[in-house]
């Protein structure tokens, strides 16, 4: 069985942020994380739910155009698969989790990786907190977006796809699944 998808676009729009994605029923479930995510489990991460996106969308990299939602540079900053966590009742399902506010999860990205969790906050449908959980991949302290800046398959940073976007070289990446 093919594992659900993940993944995070960093996405220069207007403000900077960082598009996290989870494969859940049949789509990509999106959050806009403004600080990006963390491995420090102190760090609780605001994480605004957008629209979902289509799968083939995991992948995208190149710059949405001027005039358009969201206009300005996207590059795939991780991409990896997830397994739920399922509470030990019967029939409990990411769907299920996420409409229940608490959704805990095993990534297995290439930068991020353990357990994390979201949670929706009481009283705002729309905002939920990204927690790293404390295990093996925690790393108390330590900014992982600062250590990782560019893209995770073409090496590319924010300003080299605003270079070629500019010179017309650009190079979008898109391979679908
Ligand atoms: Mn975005």
């Given at each position: 069985m093919k594992q659900p998808v993940f993944n995070v676009q960093k996405h220069q729009a207007s403000r900077l942020h960082y598009d996290f994605r989870l494969e859940i029923g049949g789509v990509l479930k999106s959050w806009a994380i403004p600080k990006g995510p963390s491995l420090d489990p102190a760090m609780k991460r605001l994480a605004v739910q957008v629209d979902d996106h289509d799968?083939?969308?995991?992948d995208f990299e190149g710059v949405i155009e001027?005039?358009?939602?969201?206009?300005g540079p996207v590059l795939v900053w991780d991409t990896g698969w997830f397994e739920p966590l399922r509470a030990?009742?019967?029939?409990?399902?990411a769907e299920s989790m996420l409409r229940a506010g608490k959704l805990d999860f095993i990534l297995h990205g290439q930068r991020l990786k353990g357990r994390f969790s979201l949670v929706q906050m009481k009283g705002k449908p729309r905002q939920w907190l990204l927690v790293k959980q404390r295990d093996n991949e925690a790393r108390p302290g330590h900014d992982i977006t600062e250590e990782y800046q560019t893209?995770?398959?073409?090496?590319?940073s924010i300003e080299d796809l605003e270079r070629e976007s500019t010179a017309g070289t650009l190079k979008t990446y898109r391979c679908g699944r």
């Open positions: 799968l083939d969308y995991a001027e005039g358009q939602y969201g206009a030990a009742r019967a029939g409990q399902t893209s995770v398959l073409t090496g590319r």
